[in-house]
């Protein structure tokens, strides 16, 4: 019979752990003591230091006692500072490892020390003159103090970056020994130093020196023991022994990894739902050899590499509901070398991630790749923040022509907020990155496209959606909206090579925010454009716009040949988008435009009643709008609403002796007429303010309550009036 088994950090391993007043210390112990099917619970809130192996099959942790979270901790805190002078104290700890990768000050990640600090000029990188797979030489060299020792941190290509040690230094030339690629340092790229004592300068700044196991941190005027350091002491918080599978974590909080929070390679079928995965040294989630993960409902945040990575042989595994931010954003602190900074990664077949809200990433924010595999209804934004040609969702699948993938969706995506990086790289490189990459040979097959599909894609200092080098897509349903080019199809192997064709492009909104932008640009370097549709009714339905000058607003370059073409000029040359429209009214700024978008899973309501507003085809919104879950639309405002006009209630009283007429309710300003009528034997005399008009005109600027004044006639001459009694005289 599957049992519970309760464990609490003043527990005691001689006890039970059957009963909840029993538990026992440890999870090594309590793991000891399940079999599968068993439960192990640990006390809500108690943090549990130290790695975990994961050695036996279906066993569940969850945590009991409260709603707070169990965490498994990789931190040490560190006590004890030496005082070294000039504002830098020292602490040695026999706990760490050969490296430290996550110091965390108050609970705020800090990455190392560096020369020059992040928040100068390019980033802090310095330039490069030139370099080899050993040297770097730079100006910049020559008067810096000696950082043999310490590491040195470049970007050889746009899209990684290198960390090596300096093991000479003489002149303006490093010499550094370390795994480079792209074969080392480059000139017109950059560098900076970090993890040497000579670069703590900044509150914070800190250096670990391996051979001492030592800590070195500047604080400056600052007492260490006025605050609560932390560093990460364990490689994995959890790994896996045996090949166990069916295992399940909730409610865990993951912290503190040196290495990878949770390295789950050589298993199956493991679950994390509720969790947090937090400041880790390298990965959040790292698998090879492991189908079936799943993962519900997690944070993943302050990650130095990659959140979400998985590898090879990752089949049926899916991420869902979760939310990833800060990962990858210190250069220097993440693992070195390509694929880094990445949110999620699912390269292998019949994955998904859906669902998901992915922001403040270093490179990537969902990455996919095999057949089958979805990715959905995702919101991406401010990704690709530290390296460039990138994409926020991306796709590659190798540098030849490899199977075909079918089946792979990108459905119902809101992206965003890809910005131009050209920090530490060649200024003249002209690498962007973009909102939705279809990057080198991420084909579907002739008979199961690949999809994309209903994405709202803006603000993309690249393009909105790029396909490069792929074949036998469905593009439907798009709206793209202020991108360098909205839709960009690159054919660049050369002339005999691979094609591309199959490509199915209808009811998409593709629309320049600004008179340098296209609505989409196609290239090929074969002269092959007309055969990338099967036929001219696969190209149709769409907006391609550009209303602050809808001239010239699709590029098309056939080798080397290029020509700016207005929405008829291009309907003519192929015969492709006969029905397609261009915007439905022109524009005199940009500032006409409006998006609104709704991520969330209900139904949004969207106020208009600031102005008159019209769709991109063209259809007058007014009042409100409802947009669905996970959509977006955007607008063009064609004029203002009319301020609202102030009401006001204009009360008239009839005194005795009549009645009265014009009183109401009134817009500010309006003129109102009152008139005031006396009974027979019975005259008007004034009004209450004195006035003595009657019809009384004036100009209403207020709530006004006003009576008419009546008076009797006075009796005609001869006749006497007596009380009670009259005769005739």
Request: with cysteine; glycine share 10%; charged share 15%.
């Given at each position: 019979m599957a049992k519970d088994i309760y464990v609490k950090s003043d527990g005691n391993n001689a006890n039970s752990g059957l009963v909840i007043g029993s538990p026992?210390?440890?999870?090594?112990?309590?793991?000891?003591?399940?079999?599968?099917?068993?439960?192990?619970?640990?006390?809500?809130?108690?943090?549990?230091?130290?790695?975990?192996?994961?050695?036996?099959?279906?066993?569940?942790?969850?945590?009991?006692?409260?709603?707070?979270?169990s965490i498994f901790s990789g931190f040490v805190t560190l006590t004890g500072w030496t005082n070294q002078g000039n504002g830098i104290w020292s602490k040695s700890e026999s706990s760490l490892g050969t490296t430290l990768k996550h110091v965390t000050i108050d609970g705020v990640s800090i990455p190392k020390g560096r020369y020059p600090k992040f928040n100068n000029t390019d980033h802090g990188f310095l330039p490069i003159q030139s370099g080899t797979s050993t040297t770097l030489t730079s100006t910049s060299i020559s008067s810096m103090p000696n950082y043999v020792g310490a590491e040195l941190v470049f970007k050889s290509i746009e899209y990684a970056e290198d960390i090596v040690t300096i093991t000479g230094q003489s002149g303006s030339t490093f010499t550094y020994s370390g795994t480079v690629n792209y074969g080392g340092a480059k000139g017109g790229y950059g560098f900076f130093v970090q993890n040497h004592i000579n670069t703590l300068t900044e509150f914070g700044d800190w250096a670990y020196d391996a051979s001492t196991k030592t800590v070195s941190m500047y604080f400056g005027s600052e007492n260490p023991y006025s605050?609560?350091?932390?560093?990460?002491?364990?490689?994995?918080?959890?790994?896996?022994?045996?090949?166990?599978?069916?295992?399940?974590?909730?409610?865990?909080?993951?912290?503190?990894?040196?290495?990878?929070?949770?390295?789950?390679?050589?298993?199956?079928?493991?679950?994390?739902?509720?969790?947090?995965?937090?400041?880790?040294?390298?990965?959040?989630?790292?698998?090879?050899?492991?189908?079936?993960?799943?993962?519900?409902?997690?944070?993943?945040?302050?990650?130095?590499?990659?959140?979400?990575?998985?590898?090879?042989?990752?089949?049926?595994?899916?991420?869902?509901?979760?939310?990833?931010?800060?990962?990858?954003?210190?250069?220097?602190?993440?693992?070195?070398?390509?694929?880094?900074?990445?949110?999620?990664?699912?390269?292998?077949?019949?994955?998904?991630?859906?669902?998901?809200?992915?922001?403040?990433?270093?490179?990537?924010?969902?990455?996919?790749?095999?057949?089958?595999?979805?990715?959905?209804?995702?919101?991406?934004?401010?990704?690709?923040?530290?390296?460039?040609?990138a994409g926020l969702i991306y796709n590659w699948n190798g540098s030849t022509n490899n199977d075909k993938q079918p089946g792979m969706r990108c459905v119902g995506n809101i992206v965003y907020g890809a910005p131009r990086v050209n920090q530490g790289i060649n200024k003249g490189s002209q690498y962007l990155n973009h909102g939705i990459y279809q990057d080198d040979h991420t084909s579907g097959a002739p008979d199961n496209l690949h999809q994309i599909k209903d994405n709202f894609v803006f603000d993309i200092e690249g393009v909105g959606i790029f396909l490069h080098n792929s074949e036998s897509f469905d593009i439907t349903g798009n709206t793209v909206f202020n991108c360098n080019h909205g839709l960009q199809i690159s054919s660049d192997t050369a002339p005999g090579g691979e094609r591309m064709e199959d490509l199915h492009f209808k009811n998409n909104i593709m629309v320049a925010k600004t008179a340098n932008q296209t609505a989409f640009f196609i290239f090929s370097n074969q002269n092959d454009i007309p055969d990338m549709v099967n036929s001219p009714s696969d190209w149709d339905y769409n907006v391609l716009a550009r209303p602050i000058d809808d001239t010239d607003s699709i590029r098309i370059q056939?080798?080397?040949?290029?020509?700016?073409?207005?929405?008829?000029?291009?309907?003519?040359?192929?015969?492709?988008?006969?029905?397609?429209?261009?915007?439905?009214?022109?524009?005199?700024?940009?500032?006409?435009?409006?998006?609104?978008?709704?991520?969330?899973?209900?139904?949004?309501?969207?106020?208009?009643?600031?102005?008159?507003?019209?769709?991109?085809?063209?259809v007058e919104q007014t009042s409100t709008i409802t947009l669905a879950?996970?959509?977006?639309?955007?607008?063009?405002k064609t004029g203002d609403t009319p301020?609202?006009?102030?009401?006001?209630?204009?009360?008239?009283?009839?005194?005795?002796?009549?009645?009265?007429?014009?009183?109401?309710?009134?817009?500010?300003?309006?003129?109102?007429?009152?008139?005031?009528?006396?009974?027979?034997?019975?005259?008007?005399?004034?009004?209450?303010?004195?006035?003595?008009?009657?019809?009384?005109?004036?100009?209403?600027?207020?709530?006004?309550?006003?009576?008419?004044?009546?008076?009797?006639?006075?009796p005609s001459p001869g006749v006497i009036i007596v009380k009670g009694k009259f005769r005739i005289v």
């Open positions: 026992v210390q440890t999870r090594a112990h309590a793991l000891g003591l399940a079999v599968s099917g068993d439960r192990i619970l640990t006390y809500a809130g108690d943090t549990f230091s130290g790695q975990l192996t994961q050695n036996k099959s279906g066993i569940e942790w969850d945590v009991y006692g409260g709603s707070e979270k605050y609560t350091i932390k560093a990460s002491s364990t490689s994995n918080l959890v790994t896996v022994s045996g090949n166990p599978s069916d295992v399940q974590y909730n409610n865990i909080a993951f912290e503190g990894s040196n290495l990878d929070a949770l390295l789950l390679t050589n298993a199956s079928n493991f679950s994390l739902t509720g969790c947090d995965i937090r400041q880790t040294g390298q990965d959040g989630v790292f698998a090879n050899n492991h189908q079936y993960m799943s993962v519900n409902d997690c944070d993943f945040y302050d990650i130095n590499n990659n959140a979400f990575f998985l590898g090879q042989n990752t089949d049926y595994s899916q991420i869902d509901y979760s939310r990833i931010r800060e990962v990858g954003m210190h250069y220097g602190m993440l693992k070195g070398g390509l694929g880094c900074g990445i949110g999620i990664h699912i390269p292998w077949f019949n994955s998904s991630a859906e669902h998901n809200h992915v922001w403040n990433c270093g490179q990537t924010g969902i990455r996919y790749e095999k057949a089958y595999t979805q990715c959905n209804y995702n919101h991406v934004h401010h990704a690709s923040l530290r390296f460039s040609d056939a080798v080397s040949t290029t020509t700016l073409n207005t929405l008829a000029q291009w309907k003519a040359m192929y015969g492709w988008d006969a029905n397609s429209s261009k915007s439905p009214v022109a524009i005199s700024s940009t500032e006409q435009f409006r998006i609104e978008t709704n991520p969330d899973e209900t139904s949004k309501v969207v106020d208009l009643s600031d102005g008159t507003y019209i769709d991109m085809h063209g879950p996970h959509s977006g639309i955007l607008l063009i301020p609202p006009v102030d009401e006001y209630t204009v009360t008239v009283i009839a005194g005795t002796g009549g009645s009265v007429s014009g009183g109401g309710v009134y817009e500010e300003g309006d003129t109102a007429t009152l008139e005031a009528i006396p009974d027979t034997g019975w005259h008007f005399v004034r009004w209450s303010n004195d006035v003595t008009d009657n019809p009384y005109t004036f100009n209403v600027t207020g709530d006004v309550t006003l009576q008419a004044i009546f008076a009797q006639d006075e």
